[in-house]
């Protein structure tokens, strides 16, 4: 405990579900609607407080999302959950505020580089294009969070320079964006790297809240979210099994698990509001339904309070 209190880190967190986004979106196979409707509604009873349902893009995009209309109408009862949807333009946030979702997340990335694989156009280009969609959502009293991929690195073109991170945040201050989730899109990052970049965008930007999108390509995420604590982030992204990847950057893979950063931290003292054994249990369902897992901690060696049988004194020989 006397470490803990050493770090000062946050005593609970919110984690945001995002596999039935970002986890869905990189498997080849067809995931069947109801299939994707019966994770959301088990991942609903283990306590996770928001989800990330879908990205309302177009389906010659991301065929495997091409059912987002079906996904979030059919769980509008879940009241107790904050739903939200990824959206590139202004006829997909039209489609996913007539679906029923009340916060739309923009999808920009940090470098050209990845802006012309993933959108098409430069990084400002982009960013300049939101100013309608946001207006759309004000309409609708529907809020918006701002998102950075590659914010840490690049598959094309490296480390991102702080400034270059510092404009795009400036920018999405002066559209009205108060949160905005940076992405560790291919796992690049380093716990000095994120310590740093959080220390100096806390310090320019004090009222605006971010958030961390960790994959785990290079087994960096948990080193990087006590990182993001000790600068006070409370709010992390999550893939059940460890399910995700980006389409448009080579190398990705899954974020980090979400038992894995819910067991992480509930060693260490800090409150999620998930019951782990339930969630472990329905993240067996998710493997056993998608045929695969993400490289999941918990799957493969279960939690520490998960003790085993004494071995017995064999008797010996001779």
């Avoid at 509604?41 to 349902?53: D, F, N, P, V």
Wanted: with cysteine; aromatic share 6%; proline share 5%.
């Amino acid at each position: 405990m006397n470490g803990i209190q050493k770090l000062r880190l946050p005593n609970e967190v919110v984690i945001c579900e995002v596999a039935p986004r970002d986890g869905f979106q990189a498997e080849n196979e067809w995931i069947p609607t109801e299939q994707k409707i019966h994770i959301v509604r088990e991942l609903a009873k283990t306590g996770i407080q928001s989800i990330e349902l879908t990205s309302f893009v177009h389906p010659r995009a991301i065929p495997q999302l091409k059912d987002a209309e079906q996904v979030v109408k059919s769980v509008q009862d879940l009241t107790d959950i904050k739903f939200r949807a990824l959206v590139p333009n202004v006829k997909g946030a039209q489609r996913a505020i007539d679906a029923g979702i009340k916060k739309l997340k923009l999808m920009l990335s940090a470098t050209d580089s990845h802006s012309v694989s993933n959108a098409n156009c430069s990084v400002e280009e982009a960013q300049t294009g939101f100013a309608p969609i946001i207006e759309l959502a004000e309409k609708y009293d529907v809020k918006v969070g701002g998102s950075i991929s590659v914010a840490f690195g690049c598959p094309y073109e490296g480390r991102v320079p702080f400034e270059r991170i510092a404009s795009i945040v400036e920018r999405y201050t002066l559209m009205g964006i108060n949160e905005i989730s940076l992405a560790d899109t291919t796992g690049m990052a380093n716990p000095a790297q994120v310590y740093d970049m959080l220390g100096l965008l806390k310090q320019d930007f004090p009222k605006m809240t971010f958030s961390m999108h960790l994959h785990n390509t290079r087994g960096m995420a948990f080193s990087n979210v006590i990182a993001a604590l000790q600068q006070g982030v409370i709010n992390f992204d999550s893939s059940v099994i460890g399910l995700g990847g980006c389409p448009y950057a080579p190398g990705a893979s899954g974020n980090i698990a979400t038992e894995d950063l819910v067991h992480g931290l509930m060693e260490i003292g800090i409150e999620t509001g998930i019951d782990l054994n339930h969630l472990i249990e329905v993240a067996k369902d998710v493997k056993q339904i998608i045929g695969h897992d993400g490289g999941s901690y918990m799957l493969q060696a279960g939690p520490c309070s998960q003790l085993h049988a004494t071995p017995k004194v064999q008797e010996k020989l001779g």
